[in-house]
């Protein structure tokens, strides 16, 4: 995955959508999030976007900074959601 790191928060939480989906859930009912960065100073850009994929009040969160990522990509995020 290359591009900026809102463009690959937007392609890791449409993959989320698409898993929660596939599950029988919504990005609605999303309760926990884990956001793994490899550059922390990435967390404003990427949480800009991440905003737009959820309504208030929001999952829990947690962000990380990481040493490196699957493929070399610059974020990765995993959810938890009830049905």
């Known amino acids: 995955m290359t591009g900026t ?20 859930s919504t990005m609605s009912k999303v309760v926990k999030t884990t956001v793994f960065l490899k550059d922390m100073n990435d967390f404003a850009d990427m949480n800009t976007e991440y905003a737009n994929w959820f309504s ?27 049905q």
């Open 56 to 82: 208030d009040p929001a999952p829990a969160r947690a962000t990380v900074q990481v040493a490196r990522l699957p493929k070399d990509v610059r974020i990765e995020i995993d959810a938890i959601a009830v």
């Open 5 to 24: 790191i809102a463009e690959q928060t937007r392609q890791c939480l449409s993959n989320v959508k698409g898993v929660i989906e596939a599950a029988g």
